[in-house]
């Protein structure tokens, strides 16, 4: 079946570094979003990629979306300790399953 | 006022009890889900219903058992609870069914921390 990848499974920075996590999945994505789960929260969503190649900006968080459809990322520039939490992302197969398919998930800590 | 509201937050209950968690959305959606995020974090989808109708059911013990009354409530009720059943539950909305063209953002309740003792 789908499988949805993320690494690191951890990181740990310090307030002012950037950070990125990688989002690989089997199979070819018809689209992919991103959620943030604060410690003791509940998932949040934070956008969506559609188009291969896409590249999208949220203050300092940039999304991309690879150009195969397999793969994504997240980078946080100059993190805060704000960023804090767990980042997912979620993927849909271009097969239309009609379900979301969360990634391993990726724990930032920020060091102040 | 909350948009996807479970009950209770936390359960602590014994190997072979039965129990129920509930969820209401506001939001007017079409489709609710139920996920499992295990101490690792990870989170699976169990179920998903659209309009009362169940539309995906995972690898799930038949032990559990959802109920959708009407499109705006999704319960689930777990039989003979057993250790490994202990995470958290998260009860989720989406204005439509998940599909290749439309965005679905999906909204969760708080969740729910189930401790099987």
């Known amino acids: 079946g789908q499988q949805v990848m993320q690494i690191p499974q951890y990181q740990h920075v310090q307030e002012g570094e950037d950070f990125t996590t990688y989002c690989n999945s089997s199979t070819t994505l018809s689209n992919i979003q991103w959620y943030k789960q604060r410690p003791g929260g509940h998932p949040v969503f934070l956008i969506q990629?559609?188009?291969?190649?896409e590249v999208k900006k949220q203050k300092r968080l940039t999304f991309q979306f690879g150009e195969a459809k397999k793969n994504s990322s997240l980078h946080i520039t100059a993190t805060q300790t704000t960023d804090v939490g767990t980042y997912f992302c979620a993927g849909v197969s271009d097969s239309g399953t009609y379900k979301y398919i969360f990634g391993t998930g990726t724990r930032l800590k920020v060091l102040a | 006022d909350t948009a996807v509201s479970q009950t209770p937050k936390y359960l602590v209950t014994q190997m072979g009890n039965d129990k129920s968690i509930k969820c209401e959305q506001n939001?007017?959606?079409?489709?609710m889900y139920w996920y499992k995020q295990d101490s690792k974090k990870f989170l699976k989808i169990m179920f998903s219903?659209?309009?009362?109708?169940?539309?995906i059911n995972e690898t799930v013990p038949n032990r559990f058992s959802p109920k959708s009354p009407d499109k705006a409530h999704l319960n689930l009720h777990i039989n003979s609870l057993e250790l490994g059943d202990s995470a958290v539950y998260f009860c989720a909305s989406s204005q439509d069914l998940v599909s290749v063209t439309t965005k679905n953002i999906q909204y969760f309740g708080a969740g729910t921390r189930l401790s099987v003792l």
């Open positions: 939001l007017g959606h079409d489709t």
């Open positions: 990629l559609v188009k291969s190649g």
């Open positions: 219903y659209n309009n009362k109708e169940l539309i």
